[in-house]
């Protein structure tokens, strides 16, 4: 369910903890079933859905496994399948299946990323050049959703310190704003008013260089699903999963803080750090607990949130001495 804020903008679902996950499930089945049989997918719809999330599918990337502080967490990955069938890009519709289903109308080849504001090198850089940029590395890391579930998926890519490295910012450059791919042709979701097209996402200078803010070009060794932000896309791992914007198409070096797009659609709920904590409640529901996807039967037991999503011992100096209730 997507609500309407008092702005006008539109913003996140209540968690589905409101429902159980079993009924909820069930219904979304029957739900889906309905709507496949009596709406009818195209074929080219349902085709796209049943391939989207099997692996073997995608070309492989050959990779080796970080050695990074913090980079490879014990969890248990997520299966593939919910991985891939269970995301929020709304640039394909809000519905969490509406990606695996309609992501196909992506055009990833060819792609470049355009670099520019405060920096010494700017350009449209190629795909093929800025793979080459980093060692393809393995890090399994947790994505908590702001909606209160996560996931631990196995991403392939490099440090974003990578790139900003080789395009060297010019000392003024404080901040890095992301912007992501807004094609109404290919995007049906862009063609209605979910959130303010493209969807824009920053990060202070320091964040973007920590050493875990990952440029990822992958993920369970191959090459990303479009459903998952192909073929590249950002992951900050100790912040709320939006922050990690998906198809990135620019990269701008800035001297102020950017407005992100859930801040510009609901201030009051969504700040510029979104750092994960379980202590700072969103206005309409607790961060203390998280439901991970796949341990979804009755029985299973909600998993307490981490401060920073666990990674506190690598990025908690990051923050020293900033009060997180007021810089949410
Ligand atoms: N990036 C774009 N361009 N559009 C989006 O709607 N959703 C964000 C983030 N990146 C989003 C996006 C949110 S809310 C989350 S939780 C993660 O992507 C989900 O990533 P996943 O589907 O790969 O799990």
């Not at 008092?6 to 429902?19: L, R």
């Not at 050049?129 to 579930?149: F, N, Q, T």
């Not at 999963?241 to 859930?262: A, E, M, N």
Request: charged share 25%.
């Amino acid at each position: 369910m997507i609500i309407r804020s008092d702005n006008g903008g539109f913003i996140h679902p209540f968690p589905e903890e409101i429902t159980p996950q079993e009924a909820y499930l069930s219904r979304r089945n029957i739900l889906r079933g309905i709507a496949a049989s009596a709406a009818g997918w195209g074929l080219a719809q349902r085709q796209a859905f049943a391939q989207s999330h099997r692996p073997g599918a995608l070309p492989a990337m050959s990779f080796v496994p970080s050695t990074a502080a913090g980079a490879v967490v014990m969890d248990k990955p997520t299966a593939y399948k919910d991985a891939t069938t269970y995301n929020n890009f709304y640039e394909f519709g809000t519905d969490k299946s509406d990606p695996a289903r309609r992501a196909n109308t992506l055009k990833t080849d060819p792609w470049s990323v355009e670099i520019e504001g405060l920096v010494k090198k700017p350009g449209r850089y190629a795909l093929e050049d800025l793979m080459k940029w980093g060692a393809m590395e393995e890090r399994i890391y947790r994505l908590r959703c702001v909606e209160g579930w996560s996931m631990v998926i196995p991403w392939v890519g490099y440090s974003l310190a990578d790139l900003i490295r080789r395009v060297e910012p010019q000392p003024g450059a404080k901040f890095v704003e992301f912007v992501t791919q807004a094609d109404p042709k290919t995007m049906p979701g862009v063609r209605g008013g979910a959130l303010d097209w493209p969807y824009v996402e920053g990060l202070r200078m320091d964040e973007a260089m920590h050493p875990l803010t990952l440029l990822a070009f992958g993920m369970y060794g191959e090459v990303l699903p479009k459903q998952n932000g192909a073929p590249l896309r950002l992951v900050v791992p100790w912040k709320y999963g939006f922050k990690s914007g998906k198809s990135l198409v620019k990269i701008r070096f800035t001297d102020k803080q950017p407005v992100s797009s859930w801040e510009k659609a609901a201030p009051q709920e969504y700040g510029f750090y979104s750092n994960v904590n379980p202590q700072v409640d969103h206005p309409r529901w607790s961060q203390a607990t998280e439901r991970r996807i796949g341990e979804d039967g009755l029985l299973a037991k909600k998993r307490k949130t981490l401060m920073f999503n666990g990674y506190e011992a690598q990025v908690g100096q990051l923050y020293a001495g900033m009060d997180l209730k007021k810089f949410f």
